[in-house]
Each structure stands twice: as structure tokens, then as C-alpha cells.
């Protein structure tokens, strides 16, 4: 069966310092994958989705950018974090037509 | 004008009776629907996907879609305090790449 990694679950980071979460998915090949953000409060918003290595699309202008170095690897990055990307970051992966998988989630705290 | 717009709530029913949870979307080339339910703190999880004009029944969950009015609802039958949780309207719109947007979710109360 197809599941979806995130790690890690809750992260407490400095401003100003570098960021990596890292997701991947087992049990199956070429998955779309997509990194949403969600502040408190607030609905998800799609930050990054992937069709395949190497191909990455942006949606909302920031702080992040995103990496896919393996089929099933999705990497969230940032050089200096701000305040503002505090929130709870999501990967999931479509699978089939019954929607989206989402991982159990990183809760970013940045002080 | 939001993609996906959802009333925030709380809405909150007493144990037994009916949810009903609405959501208008934008794009009228979308073509699939989905809800899903969050617990605080937890991640998303998918409780029922539409794709036609009319209800889908599942349990005591009914999905209702009117894309000529961009119109999609959720009923929860026989609400128990366990579904109390914050639902979320998603849409996958025609822009391609399947992208799934979501409304900010309606949060639910059910009390006994």
C-alpha cells in the first residue's frame, strides 16, 4: 500500500536560520507531489507541486523554494527563515481519483 | 473573490441532528470535489470525493454537488461529538497539474 513520510513532526528554528523537511512516498512511481502551508487559523495554502525529478512549480512568491532530487523525495528548503513562515507545512501525493494523501505534517515555530 | 469559499463558524448542532456544511468555488471548469475533516493539530483526511451534479452517500456522510450554481455540501446525518473537527472544501481546478485548492474550512460543533 501506498503510505507518505514527513519528518520532522514539530520543528522550533531561529530567525535568520536554514530550513529542510523532507517527505517521500513508498508504494508507488512518477507521484505528483505538493507542499501546502496552513497558519493558524487558516485554510491550506499550495506553496509548491512537483509532476516528476527535477520539475518544480511555484505557486505563491516567498521565503521557500522546493527540490525533488528523487522520484519519490520532496524537499521543503529555506536559507533564512522569517518569522511569517511559522505554520503547519504538508505534503501529500495524488494517487488515484479519490484525492490527495497528506503526511501527518511539520509544525514550524520560528522564535 | 476567493477560489474556494466556505463559511468559518462555527457552526454548532446538538448531538443526533443533521450538519450541513456549504461551499461555493469560482472556477467552473473544475470538474472534481473533495471534503475533508481536521482534527487540531492533525493532518487533513479525505471523508468523501463528488465528481457529478447530485448526492453521493456514503455512511452518514451525503455530498451534494450543482455545478451550475458551483455549489457543493456536505450533510452529516446523526452528528456525534467525535465529528466535531474543522472541515475543508477542495477543489481541483482546470489550470492543470491537478492542483487541489482548498477553502478555509468550517468548523463544526456538535454538542450533546
Known amino acids: 500500500s501506498q503510505t507518505i513520510h514527513q519528518w520532522p513532526a514539530t520543528l522550533v528554528q531561529p530567525v535568520g536560520s536554514p530550513l529542510s523537511l523532507e517527505c517521500t512516498v513508498e508504494g508507488t512511481s512518477n507521484p505528483n507531489l505538493y507542499w501546502y502551508r496552513q497558519a493558524a487559523g487558516r485554510g491550506l495554502q499550495l506553496l509548491f507541486y512537483?509532476?516528476?525529478?527535477?520539475?518544480i512549480s511555484s505557486e505563491v512568491p516567498q521565503n521557500l523554494s522546493a527540490s525533488r532530487p528523487q522520484d519519490r523525495q520532496f524537499i521543503l528548503s529555506s536559507k533564512k527563515l522569517l518569522l511569517s513562515d511559522s505554520g503547519f507545512y504538508l505534503c501529500a501525493w495524488r494517487g488515484t481519483v479519490y484525492g490527495y494523501t497528506f503526511g501527518s505534517g511539520t509544525r514550524l515555530t520560528v522564535v | 473573490q476567493k477560489e474556494v469559499e466556505q463559511n468559518s463558524g462555527p457552526l454548532s448542532v446538538p448531538e443526533g441532528a443533521i450538519a450541513s456544511l456549504n461551499c461555493t468555488y469560482s472556477?467552473?471548469?473544475?470538474?472534481?470535489f473533495f471534503w475533508y475533516r481536521q482534527y487540531s493539530g492533525k493532518s487533513p483526511e479525505l471523508i468523501m470525493s463528488?465528481?457529478?451534479?447530485g448526492d453521493k452517500e456514503d455512511g452518514r456522510f451525503t455530498a451534494q454537488l450543482n455545478k451550475a450554481s458551483q455549489y457543493v455540501s456536505l450533510l452529516i446525518r446523526d452528528s456525534q461529538p467525535s465529528d466535531s473537527a474543522t472541515y475543508l472544501c477542495?477543489?481541483?481546478?482546470?489550470?492543470?497539474?491537478?492542483?487541489?485548492?482548498f477553502g478555509a474550512g468550517t468548523r463544526l460543533a456538535v454538542h450533546p
Open positions: 477542495a477543489v481541483i481546478g482546470s489550470g492543470g497539474y491537478n492542483k487541489l485548492i
Open positions: 472556477d467552473r471548469g473544475s470538474q472534481s
Open positions: 512537483s509532476v516528476g525529478i527535477g520539475q
Open positions: 463528488i465528481y457529478s451534479n
